[in-house]
């Protein structure tokens, strides 16, 4: 396993960190400990020793997994990552965030946590929630006055130039963010991060499973020695040398095993083979631009459809090669409920040819004729 510096504190963190959000679990959505617990071990004897979890994870008991798996192994060793919620002004009250802390470390059984994030935060809230008399933040700072947390990290969705802003307030020692082969947006704010001396923790190294499934295309981007992938996504992203630790959600043994052979190794890519992967993915970004750039000119359809993200399906399957994953999420599509639950499809299949959307679209794409593609290709599945 390769270990990295956690930013400019004095910790060394496995390159691949455990995501505890995807583990084992019943039916109603709790974790089954009995299956998640052994595989937690297998990770930390195969050197992890970055587990993270979340207040919300498994409804709760994805902590409580984590604690019982941690329980004999040196706590000096084992860096514990979690995260609190301030999704409402009234979470991220001091006092509220406080009881949540409270509530992480009974649940992980634990005396302190390591990192500590502000779950999925956005520029706003924490201006306006969190930031400010009474609200999270000084709970934070009594906390890490108290040594219950060693350091204060945030999670965020929100877009790179506010996670700039977020890095500027100076309040954070490292952030989590998404980052991989198909979507780089963050890749600047990456590099901002680590410029400050902050850790950065990757999520979804492998797409949010997208990536998770076979592609000739992303795998003929190296010749030479790809097993899969995933392998070459995973790799993609450690080889970023601002990236500090990939969080994988692992459910498998084998998943673990092939994940922490491939975080071992020294040179994730040689020089060569990013250049050659990065010519690869700017290509392939223009040819999907081509097809869409995703703007939502053309958008409300009086239908329901979603032209956009159909045409982001369609280019996961030509452009990527990712057509598994574009067949199952577009049989989704055809299911989408509306916030009254009403069953609304937004799949192309529900065009109904009105017109009203090609008029709009700056790239002049003939939207009925292509969202009939798209159904004819992707349908299969559904
Ligand atoms: S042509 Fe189809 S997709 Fe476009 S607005 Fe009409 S129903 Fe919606
Ligand atoms: S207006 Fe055209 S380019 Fe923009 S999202 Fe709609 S189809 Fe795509």
């Known amino acids: 396993m390769q270990y990295r510096a956690y930013g400019s504190t004095d910790m060394m963190v496995s390159a691949l960190g455990f995501g505890a959000m995807r583990l084992p679990h019943h039916e109603d959505g709790t974790c089954n400990y009995d299956k998640a617990v052994p595989l937690l071990r297998r990770g930390i004897e195969l050197g992890i020793n970055f587990i993270d979890s979340a207040w919300g994870y498994l409804r709760g008991t994805s902590e409580v997994a984590v604690g019982m798996a941690i329980k004999g192994y040196d706590r000096e060793k084992i860096y514990l990552s979690t995260k609190a919620p301030v999704d409402t002004e009234g979470q991220a009250k001091a006092d509220n965030w406080w009881k949540m802390l409270e509530e992480c470390l009974k649940r992980l059984d634990t005396d302190r946590i390591d990192f500590m994030h502000f779950h999925n935060i956005a520029w706003d809230r924490f201006k306006n929630w969190v930031a400010v008399p009474g609200g999270a933040l000084e709970a934070a700072y009594r906390a890490l006055d108290q040594g219950i947390i060693r350091h204060l990290c945030f999670s965020s969705h929100d877009t790179p130039e506010n996670i700039r802003k977020l890095i500027d307030t100076g309040e954070f020692s490292g ?51 790809i097993k899969s992938t995933p392998e070459i996504a995973l790799r993609f992203v450690l080889a970023n040398p601002n990236v500090s630790v990939a969080l994988s959600g692992m459910n498998e043994i084998r998943q673990i095993e092939e ?124």
């Open 175 to 225: 952030m989590l963010v998404q980052y991989n082969l198909l979507d780089r947006t963050n890749e600047e704010v990456i590099v901002y991060a680590h410029s400050k001396g902050m850790g950065v923790e990757v999520m979804g190294p492998v797409g949010g499973g997208r990536l998770g499934v076979p592609s000739p295309e992303i795998q003929r981007m190296i010749p030479e020695g």
């Open 259 to 382: 994940n922490v052979a491939t975080a071992s190794r020294e040179e994730p890519l040689s020089p060569e083979e990013l250049a050659q992967i990065r010519a690869a993915l700017d290509q392939m970004q223009c040819l999907a631009e081509l097809y869409c750039t995703g703007c939502e000119y053309c958008m409300p359809c009086p239908n329901g459809v979603d032209v956009p993200e159909n045409f982001r399906l369609m280019n996961y399957h030509r452009i990527y090669g990712l057509t598994e994953y574009a067949r199952r999420e577009y049989a989704k599509l055809g299911q989408r409920k509306d916030p009254q639950g009403e069953l609304r499809p937004a799949w192309a299949a529900a065009c109904k040819e009105c017109g009203r959307c090609e008029s709009k679209c700056p790239q002049n794409i003939p939207i009925i004729e292509q969202l009939k593609e798209v159904h004819e290709t992707l349908r299969e599945a559904g």
